[in-house]
Protein backbone atom coordinates (compact mmCIF):
# COMPACT_ATOMS: atom_id res chain seq x y z
CA UNK A 1 0.00 0.00 0.00
CA UNK A 2 2.11 2.82 -1.14
CA UNK A 3 -0.22 5.15 0.07
CA UNK A 4 1.04 9.50 0.17
CA UNK A 5 1.45 10.10 3.59
CA UNK A 6 -1.49 11.82 5.27
CA UNK A 7 -2.02 15.67 5.30
CA UNK A 8 -2.92 16.92 8.79
CA UNK A 9 -5.50 19.57 8.18
CA UNK A 10 -5.67 22.37 11.51
CA UNK A 11 -9.18 23.72 12.41
CA UNK A 12 -9.97 26.04 15.37
CA UNK A 13 -11.51 23.45 17.28
CA UNK A 14 -15.00 25.62 18.53
CA UNK A 15 -15.39 27.36 15.64
CA UNK A 16 -13.90 24.96 12.39
CA UNK A 17 -13.72 26.98 9.14
CA UNK A 18 -17.02 25.55 6.99
CA UNK A 19 -15.24 25.77 3.89
CA UNK A 20 -12.53 23.21 5.17
CA UNK A 21 -15.29 20.45 6.51
CA UNK A 22 -17.24 20.92 3.65
CA UNK A 23 -14.39 20.23 0.94
CA UNK A 24 -13.56 17.02 3.45
CA UNK A 25 -17.61 16.08 4.18
CA UNK A 26 -17.34 15.76 0.12
CA UNK A 27 -14.40 13.42 0.57
CA UNK A 28 -16.11 11.02 2.90
CA UNK A 29 -19.22 10.87 0.95
CA UNK A 30 -17.03 10.10 -1.77
CA UNK A 31 -15.47 7.16 -0.01
CA UNK A 32 -12.28 8.36 1.44
CA UNK A 33 -11.08 7.65 5.11
CA UNK A 34 -11.10 11.02 6.83
CA UNK A 35 -9.21 10.75 10.82
CA UNK A 36 -10.76 13.66 12.85
CA UNK A 37 -11.28 14.57 16.39
CA UNK A 38 -13.99 13.71 18.46
CA UNK A 39 -13.90 14.68 21.69
CA UNK A 40 -13.44 11.10 23.59
CA UNK A 41 -10.67 10.11 21.32
CA UNK A 42 -9.81 10.98 17.63
CA UNK A 43 -11.92 8.54 15.06
CA UNK A 44 -11.25 7.14 12.19
CA UNK A 45 -13.88 7.78 9.69
CA UNK A 46 -15.57 6.35 6.75
CA UNK A 47 -19.43 6.29 5.02
CA UNK A 48 -21.21 3.63 7.01
CA UNK A 49 -23.38 2.79 3.95
CA UNK A 50 -20.55 2.11 1.87
CA UNK A 51 -19.36 -0.87 2.20
CA UNK A 52 -16.36 -0.23 0.40
CA UNK A 53 -15.31 2.57 2.56
CA UNK A 54 -15.78 0.66 5.29
CA UNK A 55 -13.99 -2.15 4.56
CA UNK A 56 -11.10 0.77 4.42
CA UNK A 57 -11.33 1.20 7.97
CA UNK A 58 -10.60 -2.31 8.81
CA UNK A 59 -7.36 -2.59 6.26
CA UNK A 60 -6.07 0.87 7.51
CA UNK A 61 -6.46 -0.59 11.47
CA UNK A 62 -5.34 -3.61 10.54
CA UNK A 63 -8.48 -4.55 12.58
CA UNK A 64 -10.63 -8.18 12.60
CA UNK A 65 -13.79 -7.62 11.02
CA UNK A 66 -15.09 -9.74 14.28
CA UNK A 67 -14.44 -6.15 15.73
CA UNK A 68 -17.88 -4.21 15.09
CA UNK A 69 -17.45 -0.62 14.69
CA UNK A 70 -19.75 2.53 16.31
CA UNK A 71 -21.65 4.54 13.95
CA UNK A 72 -21.50 8.53 14.63
CA UNK A 73 -24.50 11.33 13.44
CA UNK A 74 -24.70 14.42 13.50
CA UNK A 75 -28.18 14.89 14.58
CA UNK A 76 -30.99 12.86 15.96
CA UNK A 77 -32.94 13.28 12.83
CA UNK A 78 -30.03 10.60 11.02
CA UNK A 79 -31.23 7.91 14.03
CA UNK A 80 -33.90 6.30 11.76
CA UNK A 81 -31.53 5.98 9.03
CA UNK A 82 -29.29 3.86 10.67
CA UNK A 83 -31.60 1.86 12.74
CA UNK A 84 -34.25 1.58 10.59
CA UNK A 85 -36.54 2.47 13.19
CA UNK A 86 -38.43 6.29 14.46
CA UNK A 87 -37.53 6.91 17.95
CA UNK A 88 -40.71 6.18 19.07
CA UNK A 89 -40.35 2.22 17.86
CA UNK A 90 -37.29 2.36 19.51
CA UNK A 91 -36.52 1.31 23.45
CA UNK A 92 -37.89 4.03 25.36
CA UNK A 93 -34.82 4.68 27.67
CA UNK A 94 -33.40 6.22 23.92
CA UNK A 95 -35.25 9.11 23.83
CA UNK A 96 -34.60 9.95 27.23
CA UNK A 97 -30.70 8.93 27.05
CA UNK A 98 -30.63 11.06 24.01
CA UNK A 99 -31.83 13.75 25.93
CA UNK A 100 -29.47 14.02 28.72
CA UNK A 101 -26.18 12.59 27.44
CA UNK A 102 -26.80 13.41 22.90
CA UNK A 103 -24.20 15.14 21.91
CA UNK A 104 -21.87 13.40 24.29
CA UNK A 105 -19.61 9.99 24.81
CA UNK A 106 -22.27 7.74 25.12
CA UNK A 107 -22.45 4.85 22.80
CA UNK A 108 -26.02 3.20 22.41
CA UNK A 109 -26.61 -0.36 21.10
CA UNK A 110 -29.20 0.04 18.97
CA UNK A 111 -31.49 -2.59 16.24
CA UNK A 112 -28.95 -2.47 12.77
CA UNK A 113 -31.14 -0.55 10.49
CA UNK A 114 -30.98 -1.91 5.84
CA UNK A 115 -29.02 1.31 4.77
CA UNK A 116 -25.94 0.25 7.22
CA UNK A 117 -23.64 -2.94 5.70
CA UNK A 118 -23.73 -5.97 7.86
CA UNK A 119 -19.77 -5.58 7.92
CA UNK A 120 -19.90 -2.15 10.14
CA UNK A 121 -21.52 -4.35 12.92
CA UNK A 122 -19.29 -7.39 12.47
CA UNK A 123 -22.77 -8.95 11.21
CA UNK A 124 -24.62 -8.52 14.16
CA UNK A 125 -28.26 -7.33 14.01
CA UNK A 126 -27.40 -4.59 16.34
CA UNK A 127 -25.84 -1.78 15.91
CA UNK A 128 -23.26 0.71 18.19
CA UNK A 129 -24.59 4.63 17.52
CA UNK A 130 -23.55 7.84 18.99
CA UNK A 131 -23.73 11.45 18.65
CA UNK A 132 -19.99 12.94 19.38
CA UNK A 133 -19.98 16.36 21.20
CA UNK A 134 -16.99 17.95 18.70
CA UNK A 135 -17.91 20.94 17.18
CA UNK A 136 -15.58 19.62 14.33
CA UNK A 137 -17.31 16.54 14.63
CA UNK A 138 -20.57 17.42 14.37
CA UNK A 139 -19.85 20.24 11.63
CA UNK A 140 -17.96 17.32 9.73
CA UNK A 141 -20.42 14.42 9.82
CA UNK A 142 -23.10 17.25 8.63
CA UNK A 143 -20.87 17.94 5.87
CA UNK A 144 -20.54 14.26 4.90
CA UNK A 145 -24.41 13.80 4.80
CA UNK A 146 -24.06 10.47 5.67
CA UNK A 147 -23.72 8.79 9.06
CA UNK A 148 -20.05 7.79 9.82
CA UNK A 149 -18.38 4.82 11.21
CA UNK A 150 -15.43 5.73 12.81
CA UNK A 151 -13.24 3.46 15.65
CA UNK A 152 -10.45 5.02 17.66
CA UNK A 153 -8.23 6.46 14.82
CA UNK A 154 -5.14 3.69 15.98
CA UNK A 155 -3.46 0.52 14.86
CA UNK A 156 -5.50 -2.65 16.31
CA UNK A 157 -4.59 -2.99 19.71
CA UNK A 158 -2.54 -0.07 20.01
CA UNK A 159 -2.99 2.59 22.42
CA UNK A 160 -6.02 4.97 21.47
CA UNK A 161 -5.15 8.76 19.75
CA UNK A 162 -6.17 11.44 21.29
CA UNK A 163 -4.13 14.04 19.22
CA UNK A 164 -3.91 14.43 15.64
CA UNK A 165 -0.28 13.69 15.81
CA UNK A 166 -0.65 10.48 17.57
CA UNK A 167 -2.38 9.43 14.70
CA UNK A 168 0.08 10.26 11.74
CA UNK A 169 2.35 8.39 14.31
CA UNK A 170 0.15 5.13 13.78
CA UNK A 171 -1.61 5.67 10.43
CA UNK A 172 0.29 8.83 9.02
CA UNK A 173 1.31 6.32 6.08
CA UNK A 174 -2.04 4.87 5.51
CA UNK A 175 -4.30 7.67 5.03
CA UNK A 176 -5.01 10.63 2.65
CA UNK A 177 -6.67 13.04 5.36
CA UNK A 178 -6.26 13.90 9.48
CA UNK A 179 -8.23 17.03 11.13
CA UNK A 180 -6.07 18.40 13.43
CA UNK A 181 -8.43 19.82 16.43
CA UNK A 182 -6.30 20.08 18.98
CA UNK A 183 -6.73 17.43 21.73
CA UNK A 184 -9.37 15.41 22.80
CA UNK A 185 -10.90 16.50 26.14
CA UNK A 186 -12.44 13.44 27.60
CA UNK A 187 -9.53 11.19 26.56
CA UNK A 188 -11.28 7.73 27.04
CA UNK A 189 -13.80 5.99 24.61
CA UNK A 190 -17.39 6.50 25.09
CA UNK A 191 -19.04 4.24 27.34
CA UNK A 192 -21.29 1.74 25.59
CA UNK A 193 -24.87 1.16 26.94
CA UNK A 194 -26.73 -1.66 25.80
CA UNK A 195 -30.47 -0.76 25.94
CA UNK A 196 -31.78 -3.81 23.79
CA UNK A 197 -31.29 -5.35 27.47
CA UNK A 198 -33.72 -4.51 30.71
CA UNK A 199 -31.86 -3.41 32.37
CA UNK A 200 -29.86 -1.62 30.26
CA UNK A 201 -26.42 -2.89 30.94
CA UNK A 202 -22.95 -0.91 30.69
CA UNK A 203 -20.72 -2.89 27.94
CA UNK A 204 -17.63 -0.76 27.85
CA UNK A 205 -17.34 2.34 30.78
CA UNK A 206 -16.10 5.41 29.37
CA UNK A 207 -16.44 9.03 29.22
CA UNK A 208 -19.78 9.13 30.50
CA UNK A 209 -20.12 7.82 33.99
CA UNK A 210 -22.36 5.05 35.08
CA UNK A 211 -23.93 7.60 37.97
CA UNK A 212 -24.93 10.10 35.51
CA UNK A 213 -27.07 7.27 33.04
CA UNK A 214 -28.52 5.65 36.55
CA UNK A 215 -29.82 9.73 36.57
CA UNK A 216 -30.33 10.17 33.29
CA UNK A 217 -32.90 6.90 33.54
CA UNK A 218 -33.96 7.02 36.50
CA UNK A 219 -32.98 3.40 37.41
CA UNK A 220 -29.02 1.99 38.08
CA UNK A 221 -27.87 0.58 35.02
CA UNK A 222 -25.89 -2.41 35.13
CA UNK A 223 -22.44 -2.63 34.96
CA UNK A 224 -19.83 -5.34 36.08
CA UNK A 225 -16.39 -4.89 35.96
CA UNK A 226 -14.34 -7.01 33.93
CA UNK A 227 -12.22 -8.84 36.47
CA UNK A 228 -15.33 -9.88 37.74
CA UNK A 229 -16.89 -11.25 34.48
CA UNK A 230 -16.52 -15.02 34.15
CA UNK A 231 -17.22 -15.61 30.38
CA UNK A 232 -16.33 -13.68 27.02
CA UNK A 233 -19.69 -13.62 26.43
CA UNK A 234 -21.11 -10.97 28.79
CA UNK A 235 -18.60 -8.60 26.94
CA UNK A 236 -19.24 -6.55 23.70
CA UNK A 237 -17.82 -8.24 20.92
CA UNK A 238 -13.77 -7.17 20.07
CA UNK A 239 -13.45 -6.53 23.40
CA UNK A 240 -9.84 -7.82 23.82
CA UNK A 241 -8.08 -8.31 26.99
CA UNK A 242 -4.78 -6.77 25.37
CA UNK A 243 -5.52 -3.80 24.30
CA UNK A 244 -3.47 -0.04 24.46
CA UNK A 245 -0.66 -1.73 25.50
CA UNK A 246 2.71 -0.08 25.58
CA UNK A 247 5.57 -1.56 24.21
CA UNK A 248 7.32 -1.57 28.01
CA UNK A 249 5.90 -4.23 30.93
CA UNK A 250 3.15 -2.18 32.51
CA UNK A 251 2.74 -3.17 36.35
CA UNK A 252 -0.35 -2.07 37.99
CA UNK A 253 -0.79 -2.52 41.51
CA UNK A 254 -4.88 -2.47 42.37
CA UNK A 255 -6.96 -2.78 45.26
CA UNK A 256 -9.50 -1.59 47.09
CA UNK A 257 -6.97 0.57 49.32
CA UNK A 258 -5.88 2.86 47.12
CA UNK A 259 -3.35 4.22 48.75
CA UNK A 260 -2.26 1.25 49.65
CA UNK A 261 -1.81 0.86 45.95
CA UNK A 262 0.47 3.44 45.49
CA UNK A 263 2.75 3.14 47.92
CA UNK A 264 3.33 -0.22 46.37
CA UNK A 265 4.01 1.21 43.35
CA UNK A 266 6.62 3.60 44.50
CA UNK A 267 8.02 0.85 46.59
CA UNK A 268 8.32 -1.10 43.29
CA UNK A 269 9.91 1.64 41.49
CA UNK A 270 12.71 2.03 43.74
CA UNK A 271 13.46 -2.21 43.60
CA UNK A 272 13.21 -2.01 39.59
CA UNK A 273 15.24 1.08 39.80
CA UNK A 274 17.92 -0.23 42.38
CA UNK A 275 18.41 -3.75 39.67
CA UNK A 276 19.13 -1.40 37.35
CA UNK A 277 15.96 -0.94 35.13
CA UNK A 278 14.70 2.71 33.19
CA UNK A 279 11.37 2.65 35.15
CA UNK A 280 8.84 4.82 33.97
CA UNK A 281 5.55 5.88 36.90
CA UNK A 282 2.14 6.86 35.32
CA UNK A 283 1.48 9.04 38.79
CA UNK A 284 -1.14 11.24 39.85
CA UNK A 285 0.15 14.84 40.06
CA UNK A 286 0.47 13.99 44.22
CA UNK A 287 2.86 11.37 43.85
CA UNK A 288 4.69 12.06 40.81
CA UNK A 289 7.90 13.29 42.87
CA UNK A 290 7.88 10.87 45.01
CA UNK A 291 7.80 8.28 41.90
CA UNK A 292 11.01 10.53 41.28
CA UNK A 293 12.55 10.48 44.37
CA UNK A 294 12.18 6.92 43.92
CA UNK A 295 14.28 6.82 40.76
CA UNK A 296 12.21 6.65 37.93
CA UNK A 297 13.23 8.20 34.98
CA UNK A 298 10.17 8.88 33.61
CA UNK A 299 7.26 10.18 35.10
CA UNK A 300 3.74 11.00 33.50
CA UNK A 301 1.52 12.97 35.53
CA UNK A 302 -2.08 12.12 35.03
CA UNK A 303 -3.79 15.03 37.09
CA UNK A 304 -4.99 14.80 40.90
CA UNK A 305 -5.45 11.39 41.89
CA UNK A 306 -9.12 12.22 43.32
CA UNK A 307 -9.76 13.59 39.96
CA UNK A 308 -10.53 10.69 37.44
CA UNK A 309 -11.94 13.02 34.64
CA UNK A 310 -8.01 14.65 34.15
CA UNK A 311 -6.26 10.95 34.60
CA UNK A 312 -8.61 10.15 31.93
CA UNK A 313 -7.90 12.98 29.68
CA UNK A 314 -4.33 12.72 30.26
CA UNK A 315 -4.10 8.51 30.46
CA UNK A 316 -3.18 7.77 26.82
CA UNK A 317 -0.83 10.38 26.28
CA UNK A 318 0.89 9.38 29.02
CA UNK A 319 1.10 5.58 28.15
CA UNK A 320 2.73 7.04 24.67
CA UNK A 321 5.04 9.48 26.34
CA UNK A 322 6.93 6.40 28.80
CA UNK A 323 6.96 4.15 25.25
CA UNK A 324 8.31 7.32 23.55
CA UNK A 325 11.56 7.73 26.78
CA UNK A 326 12.24 4.25 25.84
CA UNK A 327 11.47 2.84 29.33
CA UNK A 328 11.53 -1.35 30.53
CA UNK A 329 8.91 -1.16 33.14
CA UNK A 330 5.80 1.10 33.58
CA UNK A 331 4.36 1.32 37.44
CA UNK A 332 1.09 2.55 38.68
CA UNK A 333 -1.64 2.60 41.04
CA UNK A 334 -5.42 1.91 41.04
CA UNK A 335 -8.17 4.54 41.21
CA UNK A 336 -11.25 4.67 43.16
CA UNK A 337 -14.50 3.21 40.97
CA UNK A 338 -16.48 6.43 40.49
CA UNK A 339 -17.00 8.57 37.79
CA UNK A 340 -14.48 8.29 35.05
CA UNK A 341 -12.62 5.89 37.49
CA UNK A 342 -14.13 3.20 36.46
CA UNK A 343 -12.94 3.90 32.26
CA UNK A 344 -9.26 4.80 33.76
CA UNK A 345 -9.55 1.56 35.71
CA UNK A 346 -10.83 -0.72 32.53
CA UNK A 347 -8.32 0.56 30.05
CA UNK A 348 -5.16 0.45 32.49
CA UNK A 349 -6.05 -3.32 33.28
CA UNK A 350 -6.47 -3.84 29.48
CA UNK A 351 -3.03 -2.50 28.52
CA UNK A 352 -1.73 -4.75 31.10
CA UNK A 353 -3.13 -7.54 29.51
CA UNK A 354 -5.72 -8.16 31.88
CA UNK A 355 -3.25 -8.88 34.56
CA UNK A 356 -3.09 -6.69 37.30
CA UNK A 357 -1.19 -7.19 41.01
CA UNK A 358 -3.35 -7.51 44.24
CA UNK A 359 -1.90 -5.60 46.56
CA UNK A 360 -2.25 -7.75 49.34
CA UNK A 361 -0.49 -10.41 47.79
CA UNK A 362 2.15 -8.93 45.22
CA UNK A 363 3.96 -12.38 45.00
CA UNK A 364 1.25 -13.92 43.10
CA UNK A 365 2.70 -11.08 40.19
CA UNK A 366 3.16 -12.27 36.15
CA UNK A 367 5.54 -11.33 34.71
P1 LIG B 1 -14.16 1.64 19.29
O1 LIG B 1 -13.11 0.69 18.84
O2 LIG B 1 -13.77 2.52 20.40
O3 LIG B 1 -14.80 2.38 18.18
O4 LIG B 1 -15.34 0.79 19.93
C1 LIG B 1 -15.93 -0.23 19.24
C2 LIG B 1 -16.41 -1.23 20.23
O5 LIG B 1 -17.80 -1.04 20.46
C3 LIG B 1 -16.30 -2.65 19.72
O6 LIG B 1 -15.00 -3.17 19.95
C4 LIG B 1 -17.36 -3.37 20.54
O7 LIG B 1 -16.83 -3.76 21.79
C5 LIG B 1 -18.41 -2.28 20.76
N1 LIG B 1 -19.55 -2.44 19.85
C6 LIG B 1 -19.72 -1.84 18.66
N2 LIG B 1 -20.87 -2.25 18.07
C7 LIG B 1 -21.42 -3.13 18.90
C8 LIG B 1 -22.63 -3.91 18.86
N3 LIG B 1 -23.48 -3.88 17.83
N4 LIG B 1 -22.88 -4.71 19.92
C9 LIG B 1 -22.05 -4.76 20.98
N5 LIG B 1 -20.90 -4.04 21.07
C10 LIG B 1 -20.60 -3.24 20.05
MG1 LIG C 1 -10.19 1.51 19.57
Redesign the pocket.
Known amino acids: MAEPKATIVPVDPATPDPAVLARLGAALRAGALVAFPTETVYGLGADATNPAAVAGIFAAKDRPSS????VHLADLAQLPAVTGRTLAELPPAVARLAAACWPGPL?L?LP?GPAIPASV?AG?A???VRLPAHPVARALIQAAGVPVA???ANRFGHT?PTTAQHVFADLGERIPWIIDGGPSLVGV??T?L?VTQSPPRV??PGGISVEVLGAALGEPVAFQERAAVADDAAQ????LLSHYAPRARLLVFDGDDVAATWARAIAEAHELAAQGQRVGALAPDDLAADFAAAGAVAVARLGALTDPAAVARHLFAALRQLDDAGVDSIVTGSFARAGLGLAVRDRLWRAAGGVVIPVEDATEREA
Open positions: DPLITIRALTVGAPSSESIDLRAPGM
